[in-house]
């Protein structure tokens, strides 16, 4: 790394940046001139020595005298520029450290080695619908997994659209889970202009299926809005493909439109799950075309199929893919065009290499009328699993009842898993030799629902608090899971970033502006809302008592996490007055804002200070710290703990929790 001159470089302390003093570690003149005096003394040559007079001329002594400062100023130089150096070095290497120090891991157990998050947890959470950024995705929570997903072409004002990535520019007047339980069943309804799409997921390991068990997606295609003549008049084109992200060969099968019965569309092999299988079962009239891919950009499918539609259009005059594959490929789209309505069933097998793969039975359970009756007995449950968890009574109205359950499949059904590596800030005037101003933080796994499907579909550290708030309700395993995994994203200093954008779909998201992470900022440690849930639980005995002892065993390992990143809060973002604390992370240099955004308080445009600075005393954040250093206090009083840690932690809460301490620093503030 280098500075921004090509060399290590001084930067200004943080006393002198905000108040313009001099570093208190600069050399005193005055001490440097007693100390050389002292020292010539000591050698024989200081004021007390011999007198020895030289005749000169005038212009002797001007020469004499201009060489002696040209000499000292030299000497002077030499001497302060030493310091400089060594003073530029070790604040060059402290950079070096803490930049380290920001991508290195806790050091201590992870949370997602705790036993109960192995074995038949693990596998019955593999797959799942962890695209939220995509209408319809399917993955597995695996680094390089195997992905599914829906596109189809949307007609807006006469004109075609490929339909994939959920954005809001695309005008779907609908789209959104009524219905998902988190695990293995969901229900989705679209509606673009005229087409009414309902998407349907299951989940199952019966005999035969390989490791996470096999799954199934409807596609139910109706008209919306025109008479059945038009429907049946047009064609509605659909697009299902499987890829493979660690670029393994998929082996096409038939692209024939099936009589009766299922056809094979695609099979591969991975190395978790062994041989998989890939049908397609419809009792309508189908036309179907293909194309297989050789790629490792899965965020671009929808541009590698659009380009193939109007590449084969302009040859042939037809809106189909080409039936064509490139070698090697490892993304295979099948188009499925359709008169409304239309009803299809796309069938993935695991363990399809098995010595006994059972087939034909598992197709069948998972298609058809058997795949009807399994879907609507799944939404059965769905339903009264939520009106018992949330108590729902009879003077709840139908329509009410149904956005209560919406908005719980929507936070379900938006729950994500992502893998990769965060791009975090290096300090200011610092940069890789490539140019790069970023660091990568450790490579790492995120299992946690989206703000937003469209927007925001990726993790977000203080909305995730939120989130958890109703998911432990609905199912604290699954919950744990999630706070698992962000807990272990905890950094050697105790710091987490805000904002976790893995891989490349999440990054095509997002505004190259807002990709770095700054260690120096935070978000709301809203986590211990739901920690503090949990533990209320068990002291109300809301749960059993095996998941009693595995939310107990959780919390036990979490407090050394927890505690890392309390101890980041209180040392980086506390104020210039004990008891006081501010968000890091202000523009105190722009010029386009009377109130520059907080963007790490989560209350970005909430009014502060217009000029951002260390004097500033945010009270949310005094209250956030209150809420963790409560939440600390009742998670070692449940698991009765006594040392000095935890005596801090009830001393700090009676301090934050003063209200004549609050009154003075903030009301006559």
């Not at 004021?47 to 005298?65: E, F, K, N, Y």
């Not at 199934?216 to 499987?242: C, M, P, W």
């Not at 929507?410 to 965060?422: C, D, K, V």
């Not at 907080?598 to 004097?615: I, K, V, W």
Request: aromatic letters at 10%; charged letters at 20%; a neutral charge.
């Amino acid at each position: 790394m280098t500075g921004g001159s090509g060399g290590t470089t001084r930067r200004p302390s943080a006393a002198s940046r905000s108040r313009g003093a001099p570093s208190s570690s600069a050399p005193d003149p005055d001490a440097r001139r007693a100390a050389a005096a002292a020292a010539a003394r000591r050698s024989g040559r200081g004021d007390h020595g011999p007198l020895r007079v030289m005749a000169v001329s005038a212009r002797t002594l001007l020469l004499l005298g201009i060489a002696s400062v040209a000499l000292l100023s030299v000497a002077f130089l030499a001497y302060t520029g030493g310091w400089w150096q060594a003073e530029a070095e070790s604040e060059g290497a402290a950079a070096l450290r803490r930049m380290a120090r920001s991508v290195t891991p806790l050091d201590a157990p992870r949370m997602m080695d705790l036993p109960q998050f192995q074995g038949d947890h693990k596998e019955s959470l593999y797959w799942g619908t962890y695209r939220p950024n995509v209408y319809l995705g399917i993955r597995a929570r695996t680094p390089l997994s195997l992905i599914a997903g829906l596109m189809w072409i949307g007609v807006k004002n006469g004109q075609y659209f490929i339909r994939h990535v959920c954005q809001d520019s695309d005008e779907l007047s609908k789209y959104g889970w009524a219905d998902h339980n988190g695990r293995d069943y969901g229900r989705q309804e679209l509606t673009d202009h005229g087409l009414h799409l309902t998407t349907s997921f299951l989940k199952e390991k019966g005999d035969g299926s390989g490791y996470g068990g096999d799954w199934a997606v409807r596609l139910d295609a109706k008209n919306e809005g025109s008479s059945l003549s038009e429907a049946q008049e047009s064609t509605t084109h659909l697009f299902f493909y499987i890829a493979d992200e660690a670029g393994k060969l998929i082996t096409m099968g038939s692209h024939e439109p099936p009589s009766r019965g299922p056809v094979l569309l695609a099979s591969g092999s991975h190395e978790e799950i062994g041989d998989w299988e890939l049908y397609l079962r419809s009792e309508d009239n189908l036309e179907i075309h293909r194309a297989g891919f050789q790629t490792i950009s899965m965020h671009n499918l929808s541009d590698l199929v659009q380009h193939a539609l109007v590449t084969n259009a302009r040859q042939s005059g037809n809106l189909n893919l080409p039936d064509m594959t490139e070698d090697s490929s490892n993304a295979m789209i099948y188009q499925v065009s359709i008169k409304l309505p239309a009803k299809i069933d796309m069938v993935f097998l695991s363990g399809a290499g098995s010595k006994n793969p059972m087939t034909a039975e598992r197709v069948n359970r998972l298609t058809g009328p058997m795949l009807s009756t399994r879907l609507e007995s799944k939404q059965k449950d769905f339903e009264e699993r939520y009106d018992q968890i949330f108590n729902v009574n009879n003077k709840i109205v139908s329509k009410e009842l149904s956005v209560g359950r919406a908005a719980l499949s929507s936070l379900l059904g938006g729950i994500g898993y992502f893998y990769g590596q965060s791009k975090i800030a290096l300090p200011k005037g610092f940069s890789q030799k490539n140019g790069d101003k970023y660091i990568p933080y450790w490579p790492a796994a995120l299992y946690t629902a989206v703000p937003s499907r469209s927007f925001f579909p990726r993790g977000f550290l203080w909305d995730e608090g939120f989130h958890q708030l109703v998911i432990w309700r609905w199912d604290a395993h699954i919950s744990m899971d999630i706070i698992g995994h962000w807990l272990d994203l905890i950094n050697a200093d105790g710091w987490i970033p805000r904002e976790q954008i893995l891989g490349a779909e999440a990054l095509s998201k997002v505004p190259e502006e807002f990709v770095l992470q700054y260690p120096s900022n935070g978000n709301p440690p809203t986590l211990f809302l739901a920690l503090r849930d949990l533990a209320s639980a068990i002291h109300a005995h809301q749960f059993s008592d095996e998941e009693a002892e595995k939310i107990s065993t959780f919390l036990k390992r979490a407090y050394v996490r927890l505690n890392s990143w309390f101890q980041w809060f209180n040392s980086t973002q506390s104020g210039k007055y004990e008891g006081t604390f501010f968000w890091h992370g202000r523009d105190n240099m722009t010029t386009r804002e009377l109130n520059p955004k907080t963007l790490t308080s989560g209350l970005d445009d909430y009014p502060r200070a217009s000029h951002p600075n260390d004097e500033e005393r945010h009270v949310d954040l005094r209250c956030w710290m209150l809420l963790a250093t409560n939440c600390m206090r009742s998670i070692a009083g449940f698991l009765k703990m006594d040392s000095s840690l935890e005596k801090d932690y009830y001393k700090l809460s009676d301090q934050l929790s003063d209200f004549e301490t609050l009154n003075k620093l903030f009301v006559a503030f």
